[in-house]
């Protein structure tokens, strides 16, 4: 108890001082008059009566006896009181907390407080919402971080009903468990089940899974169910989380606004982040027919990394072309680096990915490959670099880095702030396109179907949650590849011609087959769902027609999706301005409520004057073909001025070839 209540810093002060008070006696003891009461006849009286001193029975006289005993008579007694008190107040308040843990309503209970469970708590309480929080350990750093933070701690095993209960689960909005073992977290999770099976609040459950092989255990069980109708039980990864941000972001988006048959992204670091960015970027991201992503990676173990990225991904091998090179991003070595930008020569990246383990060697590393991009003339290449606690550097070094023209030359992600905030974790935000996806389907399957995914999102097994988030997240890919894309806003739903439709029926299968493989299922005449064999996994045009037709009428749903999660879907039309006689016909026949895109070479000023003129009439959106850094200094000097035409630059693209 004592240990709970006094801290290192408390010992620091309280035991000198106890010391300096007890010392002070014992002098005074020695020093004492014979003819005094307080005279004593050794040095072992001596201390043991200036021990007493804390029972408050000293009455000594300033002048009649030694003033150590006088100081000690009143200090001694006074840091005992003063600690007696501090331990009433400590115990008092951890009292109330729990009281209150025990008796609050629509509160968070947060499992864990690891790095990733004490920044959990800490968005909650920026986001004024009230946390519990149940640890084994609460004299570690994180523990008294969160107390200090008026956040009730409770010591103990979160696995155990009586805890649960005692951080009142039945009462709670969410349960976060972060214990640092998936299997401990998912203990939690089925225990929490258990308890609230039944109760009248729905309380939602996010347990952490860092494990690839339980995730994807979890996740490719057909009938895995791990929510109810009182509980919804979410897992969550914040590598896969990290990925998702990233590859949905803007910035993401401007670094492809070529549609390339081999799109080309740099990884440095091949960890658990790496892994996920590649196995998204071929499942969702670049999962188009015709189109096949290349990845370049650098690590400092490259061979390791390659054996286990074929070994746990053997399916997803095959779906890309990867190229691992060994090296080192030490910052003192000069050669390393100049290794690296001999091999970024050969090559012709999108874009760069840092993923290190450690924020300051990720930043530094970024910041030497934004130098050696810039050396090869490749200054509108960005470099992404993952920052897990160092974000607001990582904000200003894109400040630093950044040209009017050029916004994402250097740009941070994967925010542990940002992952575990309730905005993100505990919200939709992630999922309202999912979620939005799921409600689209129930509302076209008959009221009777008994399919495993015919449930609400809540009760649907996890395989289904992550197919609905893999096809939300691709919804933009398949749009753009049939010349669509979404806007933020309200409107009436798109009419989607049957050319369009086709094409994203078409996008549609290629990335359910995309998504299949990546799962090592192969062809089969019958489906076989122990051998992993299917029967659909051909080229669209080699599938049954009614196949095609389910391909098309869930395509068809996109446009009700869209306005669900709050999106409209705006045409577009790319037109290559540095062709004109092809950009004429274009301009020409451009339909109603369409919005071109120009392709635009910046050193042509009558492109740029033709691109102004479209701007004003169609509103236009530019793409500026890269010609190095002088063009864009001169485009920067004709854009002086005129906001409008600035604005409608959307990014950079390499010149055609």
């Given at each position: 108890m004592f240990v709970n209540v006094f801290r290192s810093r408390d010992w620091f002060i309280l035991g000198p001082l106890g010391l300096l008070a007890i010392g002070l006696g014992y002098w005074g003891f020695l020093a004492c008059d014979p003819s005094r009461p307080c005279h004593v006849v050794s040095q072992a009286d001596a201390l043991f009566r200036a021990v007493g001193l804390l029972r408050l029975t000293g009455n000594y006289v300033l002048g009649?006896?030694?003033?150590?005993?006088?100081?000690?008579?009143?200090?001694?007694?006074?840091?005992?009181?003063?600690?007696?008190?501090?331990?009433l107040l400590a115990n008092l308040r951890r009292d109330v907390r729990v009281a209150m843990a025990h008796r609050a309503r629509g509160h968070i209970i947060v499992c864990g407080l690891g790095d990733t469970g004490r920044s959990v708590?800490?968005?909650?309480?920026?986001?004024?919402?009230?946390?519990?929080?149940?640890?084994?350990?609460?004299?570690?750093?994180?523990?008294?971080?969160?107390?200090?933070?008026?956040?009730?701690?409770?010591?103990?095993?979160?696995?155990?009903?009586?805890?649960?209960?005692?951080?009142?689960?039945?009462?709670?909005?969410?349960v976060v468990m972060t214990t640092g073992s998936d299997a401990q977290n998912l203990e939690i999770g089925l225990r929490a089940g258990e308890m609230l099976e039944g109760g009248r609040n729905t309380v939602q459950l996010f347990a952490e899974?860092?494990?690839?092989?339980?995730?994807?255990?979890?996740?490719?069980?057909?009938?895995?169910?791990?929510?109810?109708?009182?509980?919804e039980l979410q897992l969550f990864n914040l590598y896969v989380n990290s990925a998702r941000v990233l590859l949905n972001s803007p910035a993401f988006g401007r670094a492809f606004l070529q549609q390339w048959p081999r799109p080309h992204i740099v990884l440095a670091g091949f960890g658990s982040a790496g892994n996920d960015i590649a196995r998204q970027a071929i499942e969702s991201s670049f999962a188009l027919p015709g189109v096949r992503l290349s990845v370049t990676v650098f690590d400092d173990k490259a061979d390791v990394a390659q054996r286990l990225f074929k070994l746990r991904?053997?399916?997803?091998?095959?779906?890309?072309?990867?190229?691992?090179?060994?090296?080192?991003?030490?910052?003192?070595?000069?050669?390393?680096?100049?290794?690296?930008?001999?091999?970024?020569a050969?090559?012709?990246?999108?874009?760069?990915?840092?993923?290190?383990?450690?924020?300051?060697d990720t930043l530094h590393t970024a910041l030497q490959f934004r130098a050696c991009l810039d050396r090869l003339g490749q200054l509108a290449t960005p470099v992404f670099a993952r920052l897990r606690q160092q974000h607001k550097l990582g904000e200003?070094?894109?400040?630093?880095?950044?040209?009017?023209?050029?916004?994402?030359?250097?740009?941070?992600?994967?925010?542990?702030?940002?992952?575990?905030?309730?905005?993100?974790?505990?919200?939709?935000?992630?999922d309202h396109l999912a979620r939005a996806t799921h409600a689209a389907y129930l509302e076209t399957i008959p009221a009777d179907d008994d399919s495993p995914a015919a449930v609400p999102w809540a009760r649907l097994p996890?395989?289904?949650?992550?197919?609905?988030?893999?096809?939300?997240?691709?919804?933009?890919?398949?749009?753009?590849?049939?010349?669509?894309?979404?806007?933020?806003?309200?409107?009436?739903?798109?009419?989607?011609?049957d050319a369009t439709i086709e094409t994203l029926a078409r996008a549609e299968h290629w990335r359910w087959c995309v998504e299949q493989w990546a799962a090592d299922w192969r062809y089969g005449p019958k489906r076989d769902d122990v051998r992993r064999l299917h029967p659909l996994l051909r080229d669209w045009t080699d599938i049954p027609e009614e196949e095609r037709k389910a391909n098309r009428d869930l395509v068809r749903r996109i446009p009700a999706i869209a306005g669900?999660?709050?999106?409209?879907?705006?045409?577009?039309?790319?037109?290559?301005?540095?062709?004109?006689?092809v950009a004429e016909r274009m301009l020409t026949e451009i339909g109603l409520g369409v919005t071109p895109i120009l392709v635009v070479d910046p050193s042509d000023t009558v492109q740029i004057d033709r691109a102004k003129a479209l701007v004003d009439s169609h509103r236009a959106r530019l793409r500026l073909i890269w010609r190095g850094a002088q063009a864009m200094n001169d485009v920067e000097d004709r854009l002086t001025g005129d906001r409008a035409l600035a604005g409608a630059i959307e990014g950079w693209i390499w010149p055609p070839d």
């Open positions: 009649a006896d030694p003033w150590q005993l006088v100081v000690a008579q009143f200090a001694a007694p006074g840091l005992f009181l003063l600690g007696g008190a501090k331990l708590v800490e968005g909650l309480v920026e986001a004024k919402r009230t946390a519990v929080a149940i640890t084994l350990n609460a004299d570690d750093a994180n523990a008294l971080a969160c107390e200090r933070l008026g956040v009730a701690v409770l010591a103990g095993d979160a696995a155990q009903a009586r805890m649960l209960s005692l951080a009142g689960i039945a009462r709670a909005e969410a899974m860092r494990s690839d092989w339980l995730r994807d255990i979890l996740v490719g069980h057909r009938s895995a169910v791990l929510g109810s109708k009182s509980t991904n053997a399916g997803l091998d095959g779906l890309a072309d990867f190229t691992f090179n060994s090296c080192t991003f030490a910052i003192d070595d000069a050669a390393a680096w100049r290794g690296i930008e001999s091999r970024l050969k090559l012709r990246a999108d874009m760069v990915v840092v993923t290190l383990s450690d924020d300051e200003f070094m894109r400040q630093v880095e950044s040209h009017p023209l050029l916004p994402d030359r250097l740009v941070s992600f994967g925010d542990m702030k940002q992952l575990t905030s309730p905005e993100v974790l505990l919200g939709p935000a992630l996890q395989r289904y949650k992550s197919s609905n988030r893999v096809f939300a997240d691709h919804i933009a890919v398949k749009l753009a590849a049939a010349g669509y894309k979404m806007a933020t806003g309200d409107g009436p739903p798109a009419v989607l011609d669900k999660a709050g999106f409209t879907l705006a045409r577009e039309l790319v037109v290559p301005l540095h062709a004109p006689d």
